[in-house]
């Protein structure tokens, strides 16, 4: 599939995740897998290919947890990576449009958990309300709008498109090859990256708020009544050192005293993704929101517009009249529009 | 992330005071993604139900979510959620754009399936 | 007013077409008339204003910057070259309008509009005095053409207009190479007076002085290659008798009078300057095609059975006199040369009206249909014959003085050109100019003098004299009753019968067959004072030109005299290398692209039997 | 001729020249003078626009007429008074109109000799010129008179048109003769060929009219081109195309030729004159050109008096002469001058001799005497050149107006077979002198001028040495001559009354103002199928068509020009060496050695003298070419006057069919014609189709090709794009594996 890189850094960093021989395997047996599990008209081999995409899944998850058993994660990674996986798998496998949308929503949900794990509170439960409360069910809707009647020789009420997948073969080997390369270029680039920030970088948004810090103190038991966060002469600042560590108390009219961080005294992860947004990524908002705007306007337009049909559809019909009307003994388009007339 | 393993943990989430991550952890996490992503781009390519290319279009920003949070809790920071917010929106719009598309096209042909659409073949 | 004047002139017939946009249609000849002849006028002040004892100078400089950044600005100025072509561009101005009136009938708004943006875009040519300015409006001269040619061309416009476009544009794609690569190398240079980057002609001009031969070489043959496709030279001016032939009137006109001269004034006033040294070099062979061009366009417009396509190709013959006075590189044969643009400019664009005018009214262009016209439009003949005669270089009008120093520059050998026979004429006669040609090629353009009398009194034997010949539903009964007996009197009588026609008797068939074949407004049969007051100046000024050109030939000494400095002043510095590479231009044309209407036609159709089919079944699938 | 002889020739040029005293009497600058002779452009342009305005307001009277008869007496007038002032008639004088193009480069310039060029619009006015003006816009002036009245049936437009283009071949030919460079000669010999292509051309309706017109055109052209490119050589060599300069610089050469060492004169002033000979042979239809020259008798006849006769054609004689000293510098020019001029004047005469249109026997004939004039250039009597141009354009004004007013008063009727006897018929006495009197002339009869300027070429043809066959041959010529021009008087002038109309093509010279048109309706009606039973159908005709009289401006037009072509014989006596012409010459650039009989008597018969038969040519040749003139008559007059008893037919008639092929080729004009068709205009016309297909199909084919290529191409390729989400979104995602590819093994 792909050649295993000859230098020796980038090759040492892929070895130390994830021996290649794994990853190349497991990509090439997830191919596989996912190729048979893929909708098609034939019974029965759907689930081979899912179990077999498993299998291979499994084997690279574990051949990398193996490798870097000290690093491994958490237990319920493991349970959400799967859940999430197995049913991004049956999004793209199943037949019915409507299962593919509620596995869709188990992904959602999965992947919701991932963040947790991965303190990302706020994100999380935005995923689940917007994903799963919002845009899945207009796809519900859609899904359920955009049917069609069901009709005898249709197997099981199924449309065409849904029964048999398009250029499966194709389709999975370009998807794997681009797995494959992907993971070997982050595992050999990951080798490199370093954390940028600290335990106490969170903590900056604290600094900001004093009032927060006050209640964390006074339930704490540090601050005495009387007592508040000083502040800066000059800026009028919060007096509060965050790598230091530190707090500067001041009661009174000048008595001031410094006193430890407590330990309680955290950044929550909403006030921290809220600083980013607001401080760092002011732009970002904004793009979003017009983003939105336009989306809203746009589906307005869309919806009110009345449907036409159009040109290649009308000429089918128009086959399909010409066909029955020269079938009644009427004769080419002439005798349509003398039919207009009459 | 606790070194231990700690299956009685009340909390599934490892927030608190959150420590830094290990490069080999967020492997596992880029590697759920890329496989996510690789899922996402089979069933666009395969599936030819226009909805359901959509959510699978849908999957690839899920496996572009993970990515970026992942690295968000590596880096300590909170610039990859913010991200995901913009790409949440995106989806958002996407699917409201996309859907109300769909409809229409749905009624003029009356079939979902996206090669009905070839207008642009040369 | 005085240093803004040539940007003025760019500006006002720009300012007239935006103007004509939000005016009703009814207006729209009147408000082209007004904006060309104010910009006539403007013209007139400039030659008032222009000091023409320092005529070989740029004068009325102005600058607007632009993109300073790049170097890039609006920068104009003109000497005396650049102004005499200006203010032939100027005069066609209110021709071309005048002579549209009847002409053009219909979306009469947007084509008086490009006719004045055009008129704007020519002029920025001839004013520009920076490289990006002079090839904007250069190129932007195919817009408004391309469209008047395809609007209101005749029967084949589309393909004509394509190929125009294509054709000329592929040209000029290859020239920008050139003239982009010598403002890079200019800008690699960094001479004092410029810094980074500056499209100022000057400064390019006196950096591209230090271009290395080979390099030269290449940037002339990429500047010809652009340029020569617009004279047009031999092999590359097969587009020009079917643009000609498919263009309106008011678009032959222009074509011929002004936007063939882009191409000779291209080379004139960057081929040569930008590259001498080559132009030296292979100027021979250059010589070679126009003489070619003169021969065989000669030729082919002797079989020409179609008026306007013969003007056409006589085109193509006449411009390779021009290019052969330019490569003879002395200053008898460059003044020349840019005399014999002014010249083809009047005399040929007033064939082409001339023939509008029987367009106008027979509505065939076809030799074999019309004939002895002298019986039947003295006045039209008498134009006809004077600017052809204007066309076969007769003394005492103007082409003669142009074509006659174009072969007399050619004439005269070089030094170091193998014609050591006709010995060093430097040396041995003060009076004569050398060149970089030699006799035999004057001897054997000379005979394209012989080959333009035969095919121009061919058109005017045909056309003009001998029996009448209308086409079948035109004049007076189709074929002329004279030529038996009565003949003497024709011209008399016939022009009794005009007399009384125009004044609205109506002769019976005549009228019945205009009304038939158009709806147009019935023109009386010899030309109308309008189209007289048209042709009258072109004819004053082929006169005076013939006669005493003695001003022109001194508002261009300057000029010519520098670049025949150039030219001998390079050819002497480079080592004449033996075997040199051919730059050849090769014929590069994008042919037009059939839209392929067909499909789209069908589908019309079948969507209207829908909508029938609607009527019918109160609407399928709905 | 040999080699011995052409430089026993070129040795006697040398010496004659050397006797000659002032070889280049331009050495010395020009004054200026003579402004008076700006008049005559002056007043025919006058002429011309009024014309045009006459036309313009539709003018129907004569006042055309009588407006270019006023201002051509004043032209005259004006260089009558030149002449008599003596302004020019001994040395050159310029008069200096205005500059026209006129330039000079940068430092290089400077006055004269500069980096440029000068060819103003200035006259040089020296005695040939004047001599040349002289009987320029006299005889104009006479024509127009005679034309006033032949053109009378057209008054109106074309009357207007006629006497426009009059004025304006006026103006050309005095741009012509008197311009002081070459370049102003050059608008003025372009000039007179327009003016000749328009009035030739001025029954345009007539399709051979047409023809000829533009034939005479673009054979003019060629020969033009030959003097273009003589005149870009003059430059070329002398820095200057202005007579001053350019005969001061040949006058360095003509040292060398004096001295007979041709060797030092470049070859390329050599070639000068060969090239100028070209344009003048062109102009005066000598042997390769001469074809337009019959055909140009389709114009009216005023216009071939004038224009084809009597002034236009003898423009190269005039060319030739002006340049005589370029001329004389080529080892060359001259013989072959001689020769093509002797060679045209027995080719013409033979094709004169078989012809039967009265008008072409005079073209024929003109040619033929403009043979003469070349020849005698060709030997070295430019006197008997310019004194033959003099009487030539007399009596052959003379002869041609005669023609004309019989072909007026006969409805255009030109055949000699069907008139006859017109000297007995009332009112047409004085055409009928004037006739003989023409007729006299052209064939030599003894005392008329034409004997006098005649005899001067052969004698000297016969003087100058490697000449003698020349001589022989013009004898022979002058005997057809007599023989063809009397034949014209006896068919057509005595003998008995006969005649019959004009056909239709004619028509247009005669109808109209007199209420023939009725009449001509009825005789046209019988066509062209009389054939030669005529001679019944003729009188009946006779009673209804009644030829006119030509009217009192026609009939003193000729008596005047009777009366000069007697008188100017006096010239041959008027001075000393030679008579007036020779004076004239003597004091212009065509100035030769005296007059041969003079050098004879002077030089004691030197001693490289030709010689006619052992005796003195200049004692001998007045007697020898008078009897072979009465031979000539005298077979004319037995061959066609005694015993002719009908218009068709003469004695002669049972003689040509024993010549057999001879006198059929004769008769088609020994089928020159014809030739260039088949060799030079056929050929020029498939190799046009050629062109034209080759343009169509190769060349623009290519530029078709490169356009359809990339068509193509597009079409070709066109369905890779199968518009379908999952092709580009395949095309994409593995696009970007392999690209990422790339860069993973590349990096690597």
């Known amino acids: 599939m792909t050649r295993v890189s000859r230098d020796g850094q980038g090759n040492a960093a892929l070895e130390s995740f994830l021996s290649p021989l794994v990853l190349y395997l497991a990509c090439a047996l997830g191919a596989a897998g996912v190729f048979l599990a893929l909708p098609r008209r034939a019974k029965g081999v759907q689930p081979i290919g899912g179990l077999i995409a498993a299998v291979a899944g499994g084997l690279a998850v574990l051949g990398l947890t193996a490798a870097n058993i000290a690093d491994r994660p958490n237990i319920y990674f493991y349970i959400f990576a799967v859940v999430a996986l197995g049913g991004a798998l049956r999004v793209i496998t199943h037949q019915r449009p409507v299962y593919a949308a509620l596995f869709f929503i188990l992904t959602i949900i999965a992947t919701a958990g991932l963040f947790l794990l991965l303190s990302a509170e706020f994100m999380a439960f935005a995923l689940i309300i917007v994903y799963a409360g919002a845009i899945l069910i207009t796809y519900l809707f859609v899904i359920m709008l955009a049917t069609q009647a069901p009709t005898e020789d249709a197997m099981e009420g199924l449309a065409d498109y849904d029964i048999e997948a398009r250029e499966p073969l194709a389709a999975t080997v370009v998807g794997f090859v681009l797995l494959a390369v992907l993971s070997t270029m982050v595992f050999r680039g990951l080798g490199q990256v370093t954390p940028r920030g600290d335990a106490t970088s969170g903590d900056e948004i604290v600094a900001m708020m004093p009032g927060r810090v006050e209640t964390v103190l006074r339930r704490e038991g540090v601050l005495q009544s009387g007592e508040r966060v000083a502040l800066d002469g000059e800026t009028g600042r919060p007096l509060i050192d965050v790598k230091a560590r530190t707090i500067t108390l001041a009661s009174g009219t000048d008595a001031t005293r410094l006193v430890p961080w407590p330990p309680s005294l955290t950044a929550r992860n909403v006030e921290g993704v809220g600083l980013a947004l607001i401080g760092r990524h002011p732009g970002t908002i904004e793009i979003a929101g017009v983003i939105l705007l336009m989306a809203m306007l746009g589906a307005v337009v869309l919806s009110r517009k009345q449907v036409q049909l159009d040109e290649a559809e009308k000429s089918r019909q128009a086959r399909t009249l010409a066909q029955s009307m020269t079938a009644n003994g009427a004769a080419g388009p002439g005798a349509i529009r003398g039919g207009g007339v009459a | ?122 | 007013m005085a240093q803004s004047i040539l940007i003025l002139l760019i500006v006002v017939p720009l300012a007239f077409a935006a103007f004509l946009a939000w005016m009703p249609r009814k207006h729209a000849p009147a408000i082209a008339l007004m904006g060309t002849s104010l910009a006539a006028l403007l013209g007139v002040y400039t030659a008032l204003i222009f000091d023409w004892n320092l005529s070989g100078r740029f004068q009325l400089e102005n600058t607007v910057q632009w993109l300073p950044s790049l170097g890039v600005a609006l920068q104009v100025g003109v000497d005396g070259v650049s102004l005499l072509l200006v203010l032939l561009t100027l005069l066609l101005g209110p021709i071309c309008v005048l002579c549209s009136v009847t002409a053009i009938r219909e979306r009469i708004k947007t084509y008086y509009g490009w006719l004045l943006v055009l008129q704007a875009a020519m002029t920025g040519v001839f004013v520009a005095r920076d490289l990006i300015l002079f090839y904007v409006c250069f190129e932007f001269t195919l817009v408004p053409m391309f469209i008047l040619i395809s609007l209101y061309g005749s029967t084949n416009r589309r393909r004509a207009a394509i190929k125009f476009f294509l054709y000329t544009f592929t040209g000029s794609i290859i020239a920008l190479a050139g003239l982009v690569y010598v403002a890079w190398f200019a800008a690699g240079r960094a001479l004092p007076g410029s810094s980074g980057w500056t499209f100022d002609l000057d400064i390019l001009m006196r950096a591209a002085a230090e271009l290395p031969p080979s390099t030269q070489a290449w940037v002339l043959g990429a500047l010809l290659l652009g340029f020569a496709v617009k004279v047009p030279l031999f092999p590359l001016h097969t587009w020009l008798p079917l643009a000609h032939t498919e263009a309106p009137t008011a678009g032959s006109v222009i074509l011929a009078g002004v936007l063939l001269k882009l191409g000779t004034y291209g080379i004139f006033r960057l081929a040569i300057p930008f590259a001498p040294a080559a132009f030296a070099e292979y100027a021979p062979m250059l010589a070679g095609l126009s003489i070619v061009g003169i021969l065989y366009g000669g030729l082919i417009c002797w079989v020409q059975t179609d008026v306007k396509k013969l003007v056409a190709y006589s085109s193509v013959a006449h411009l390779g006199f021009c290019v052969l006075g330019m490569t003879a590189g002395n200053e008898i044969g460059l003044t020349g040369s840019v005399l014999y643009m002014i010249n083809h400019g009047l005399s040929t664009g007033a064939l082409f009206l001339l023939i509008g005018m029987i367009y106008e009214r027979y509505h065939t262009r076809d030799m074999a249909k019309l004939g002895g016209l002298a019986a039947r439009m003295p006045v039209w003949s008498t134009f006809m014959v004077f600017f052809v005669m204007a066309s076969v270089g007769l003394p005492g009008l103007n082409g003669f003085i142009s074509e006659v120093m174009c072969l007399l520059g050619a004439f005269q050998a070089s030094d170091n050109w193998g014609s050591g026979a006709w010995g060093s004429v430097a040396d041995a006669m003060p009076g004569a100019t050398p060149g970089l040609l030699g006799p035999w090629y004057a001897a054997i353009a000379g005979v394209g003098m012989i080959i333009a009398a035969m095919y121009l009194l061919q058109l005017t034997g045909k056309v003009v004299w001998g029996p009448l010949v209308e086409p079948t539903g035109h004049g007076h009964g189709g074929r002329d009753h004279g030529g038996h007996g009565l003949g003497g009197h024709d011209s008399a009588e016939h022009s009794t019968a005009a007399a009384s026609h125009a004044g609205g008797h109506g002769a019976g068939g005549a009228d019945a067959s205009h009304t038939a074949t158009s709806d147009k407004p019935h023109l009386p049969t010899d030309l109308t004072p309008r189209e007289i007051g048209i042709l009258v100046p072109l004819a004053v000024l082929c006169l005076a030109l013939g006669l005493y050109p003695k001003p022109v030939l001194y508002a261009i000494d300057g000029s010519v005299a520098q670049t025949a400095n150039l030219i001998r002043e390079a050819g002497a510095l480079k080592a004449r290398p033996a075997g040199s590479p051919q730059v050849e231009p090769a014929p590069v044309e994008g042919a037009p692209a059939e839209s392929d209407g067909k499909a789209s036609a069908m589908a019309e159709e079948a969507a209207g039997s829908v909508a029938a089919g609607d009527a019918v079944t109160g609407g399928p699938g709905r | 001729m040999t080699a011995t002889e052409l430089s026993t020739f070129t040795l006697t040029l040398a010496s004659l020249v050397q006797e000659s005293g002032h070889a280049a009497p331009a050495h010395s600058e020009p004054a200026a003078g003579g402004m008076a002779t700006l008049l005559v452009p002056v007043f025919t342009l006058l002429g011309t626009v009024l014309c045009g305005l006459f036309a313009a307001f539709k003018v129907k009277s004569k006042l055309p007429a009588w407006t270019t008869v006023l201002l051509l007496a004043a032209s005259f007038a004006a260089i009558v008074y030149t002449y008599a002032t003596g302004q020019g008639t001994t040395s050159p004088v310029i008069a200096h109109g205005f500059d026209w193009i006129s330039i000079t480069w940068g430092e290089f310039g400077s006055a004269g000799h500069g980096h440029g060029i000068a060819a103003n619009f200035s006259f040089y006015v020296d005695a040939l010129t004047l001599l040349w003006m002289l009987f320029v816009t006299g005889l104009g002036t006479l024509i127009a008179l005679y034309a006033s009245e032949y053109m009378s049936h057209d008054v109106g437009a074309g009357y207007c048109r006629f006497f426009a283009a009059f004025n304006l071949f006026v103006f050309s030919m005095s741009c012509l003769v008197m311009a002081d460079n070459f370049l102003l000669l050059y608008l003025g010999w372009e000039g007179v060929g327009l003016c000749s292509y328009l009035l030739i051309g001025y029954f345009y309706k007539k399709p051979s009219a047409v023809a000829a017109a533009k034939k005479a055109f673009i054979v003019n052209r060629i020969g033009d081109l030959g003097l273009a490119l003589g005149v870009f050589l003059i430059y070329v060599q002398f820095g200057s195309v202005e007579y001053k300069a350019v005969f001061a610089e040949a006058g360095r050469y003509i040292d060398a030729a004096r001295a007979g060492h041709f060797d030092q004169i470049p070859w390329q002033v050599q070639l000068i004159p060969l090239l100028l000979m070209v344009g003048a042979f062109g102009k005066s239809a000598q042997l390769p050109l001469y074809v337009w020259l019959p055909d140009a008798m389709e114009g009216p006849t005023p216009v071939s008096a004038l224009i084809h006769a009597a002034t236009m054609v003898t423009a190269g004689v005039y060319l030739v002469a002006r340049s005589y000293p370029l001329f004389l510098c080529s080892e060359t020019a001259l013989p072959v001058v001689a020769w093509v001029g002797t060679l045209t004047a027995l080719l013409a005469a033979t094709i004169g001799m078989a012809q039967f249109d009265i008008k072409r026997i005079m073209a024929y004939s003109t040619v033929s005497q403009l043979g003469y004039m070349f020849a005698g250039l060709g030997v070295l009597t430019s006197t008997g050149a310019a004194f033959h141009v003099l009487t030539h354009a007399f009596f052959k004004a003379l002869l041609f107006l005669c023609c004309g007013a019989v072909m007026h008063g006969f409805a255009g009727q030109l055949d000699l077979r069907k008139l006859s006897g017109v000297w007995k018929i009332p009112g047409w006495k004085v055409v009928s002198v004037g006739m003989l009197i023409g007729c006299a002339n052209l064939s030599g009869f003894p005392l008329t001028p034409g004997f006098f300027s005649k005899d001067m070429i052969l004698a000297e043809a016969f003087v100058t040495p490697g000449m003698a066959a020349i001589g022989w041959l013009l004898l022979l010529t002058a005997g057809l001559t007599a023989y063809y021009t009397f034949r014209v008087f006896f068919r057509v002038f005595v003998g008995p009354v006969e005649y019959e109309p004009g056909d239709e093509l004619h028509a247009h010279d005669d109808h109209g103002h007199d209420g023939h048109a009725e009449a001509h309706g009825t005789v046209h009606g019988h066509g062209d199928s009389h054939g030669h039973s005529a001679a019944t159908g003729n009188h009946g005709h006779a009673g209804h068509f009644h030829p006119h009289a030509p009217g009192w401006a026609i009939n003193t037009v000729l008596a005047i020009l009777a009366t000069l072509s007697i008188v100017a014989a006096g010239l041959y006596f008027m001075g000393d060496h030679g008579g007036w012409a020779a004076n004239m010459v003597h004091h212009s650039t065509a100035a030769l050695p005296p007059a041969p009989a003079d050098h004879a008597a002077e030089s004691g018969a030197g001693h490289a003298h030709g010689s006619f038969l052992g005796m003195d040519p200049h004692a001998v040749m007045y007697y020898v070419s008078a009897v072979v003139g009465f031979i000539g008559i005298g077979v004319a007059f037995w061959l066609h006057f005694a015993g002719r008893t009908t218009a068709a037919t003469s004695r002669a008639d049972a003689l040509v069919p024993k010549l057999g092929a001879v006198a059929r080729a004769a008769q088609h004009k020994w089928y020159v014609d014809e030739i260039y068709d088949f060799l030079l205009v056929k050929p020029l016309w498939v190799l046009s189709h050629i062109f034209h297909l080759i343009d169509a199909l190769l060349v623009d084919g290519l530029v078709d090709f490169a356009g359809w290529v990339p068509r193509t191409v597009g079409k070709v390729i066109r369905p890779a794009q199968s518009g379908l989400l999952h092709g580009y979104a395949i095309g994409m995602a593995g696009g970007l594996a392999v690209l990422l590819l790339i860069v993973l093994l590349a990096v690597t």
């Open chain 2, 1 to 122: 992330m606790s070194a231990t393993f700690d299956p009685l943990m009340v909390t599934i989430a490892q927030a608190g005071a959150p420590a830094p991550m290990a490069g080999a952890t967020l492997a596992h996490y880029l590697f759920v993604s890329a496989v996510m992503f690789a899922l996402g781009l089979i069933g666009f390519l395969t599936r030819r139900n226009l909805i359901i290319m959509f959510l699978c279009t849908e999957l690839m920003f899920q496996a572009a979510g993970i990515a970026l949070i992942a690295f968000s809790r590596f880096h300590l920071n909170h610039t990859g959620e913010t991200f995901v917010i913009f790409v949440l929106t995106v989806a958002a719009a996407e699917a409201a754009m996309a859907l109300a598309l769909v409809v229409l096209l749905f009624r003029r042909r009356e079939s979902l399936d996206a090669e009905q659409w070839d207008e642009m073949s040369g």
